[in-house]
C-alpha cells in the first residue's frame, strides 16, 4: 500500500519545547515538501527538498528546521522560535513527470 | 507578484445541480494549474491538472476544468453536485522548480 504517512495525528506540546513531526512516503519520489495550514490562508510552503541530503526554504521557513538524511524521509522540527505554532502541517511529495503532489493525512500541533 | 485568486470563500449549490468553483492566476511563463479537495482533518486528494494541450481537462469523480489564458482562469466544473462533494477545494499553480502556490480555498456545500 503506497502512500505517504505522518506522525502523529495529534500533537500537544508546552510552549518552549520543540517537537518534530514525522513524514514517511513509500512512493520513491524524489521531492517532498512541507506545508502549514491555517483557516482561510490556504497552504503555505515552509521547506522543500528535491533530493537526499538537500533542501531549500519556503516563504515561512522562520522557526522550523529539516533534514533529508533519506529519500523516503523528510521530519519536520518546530523550535521554539516558531512564534505561533499551532497548526495543522501537511507533508507531501511529487516525482518530477506527474507534476502533482501527494499529500500525506496531516499532523495538528497544538502548543500551550 | 506571481499570485492564485479564489474570489469566493464558500459555494452552496442544490444537489443535482451544476457547480462552479472558481480560480484565476497570475504567472509568468506558461501555467501547471491543479485542483485539490480537501476533506476535514484530512490531507489534500488532487483532482485534476492542466500541464498543455485540450483546455478542457477532466479529474477524479466527474469534474472537470477549463483551462482560459486569455482571462488566466481555470474554473473547475461539474454537471450534477453530489452532497458527497462538499469539500474545501484548492486551486494551484506551479512556478518554478518544485515550487507550487495555493489559492486560500473555497468551501463548497451541496444542499440535499
Known amino acids: 500500500d503506497g502512500g505517504i504517512t505522518q506522525s502523529p495525528k495529534y500533537l500537544f506540546r508546552k510552549e518552549g519545547q520543540n517537537v518534530t513531526l514525522s513524514c514517511e512516503q513509500n512512493l520513491n519520489h524524489d521531492a517532498m515538501y512541507w506545508y502549514r495550514q491555517d483557516p482561510g490562508q490556504g497552504l503555505r510552503l515552509i521547506y522543500y527538498s528535491q533530493i537526499v541530503n538537500d533542501f531549500q526554504k519556503g516563504d515561512i521557513a522562520e522557526g522550523y528546521s529539516v533534514s533529508r538524511e533519506k529519500k523516503e524521509s523528510f521530519p519536520l522540527t518546530v523550535t521554539s522560535a516558531q512564534k505561533n505554532p499551532t497548526a495543522f502541517y501537511l507533508c507531501?511529495?511529487?516525482?518530477?513527470?506527474?507534476?502533482?503532489?501527494?499529500f500525506g493525512p496531516g499532523t495538528r500541533l497544538t502548543v500551550t | 507578484a506571481q499570485s492564485v485568486a479564489q474570489p469566493e470563500d464558500q459555494v452552496n449549490v442544490a444537489e443535482g445541480n451544476p457547480l462552479t468553483v472558481k480560480c484565476t492566476y497570475s504567472?509568468?511563463?506558461?501555467?501547471?494549474l491543479f485542483w485539490y479537495v480537501q476533506y476535514p482533518n484530512r490531507g489534500l486528494q488532487f483532482l485534476l491538472k492542466y500541464i498543455t494541450g485540450d483546455n478542457l481537462v477532466k479529474g477524479s469523480y466527474g469534474f472537470e476544468a477549463e483551462f482560459n489564458k486569455s482571462q488566466t482562469s481555470f474554473h473547475l466544473k461539474k454537471p450534477s453536485a453530489l452532497v458527497s462533494d462538499s469539500a474545501l477545494y484548492f486551486c494551484a499553480v506551479r512556478i518554478r522548480g518544485f515550487k507550487t502556490i495555493f489559492g486560500a480555498g473555497t468551501r463548497l456545500f451541496v444542499k440535499a
Open positions: 504567472v509568468s511563463g506558461n501555467p501547471y
Open positions: 507531501a511529495s511529487s516525482v518530477e513527470r506527474d507534476y502533482e503532489q501527494y
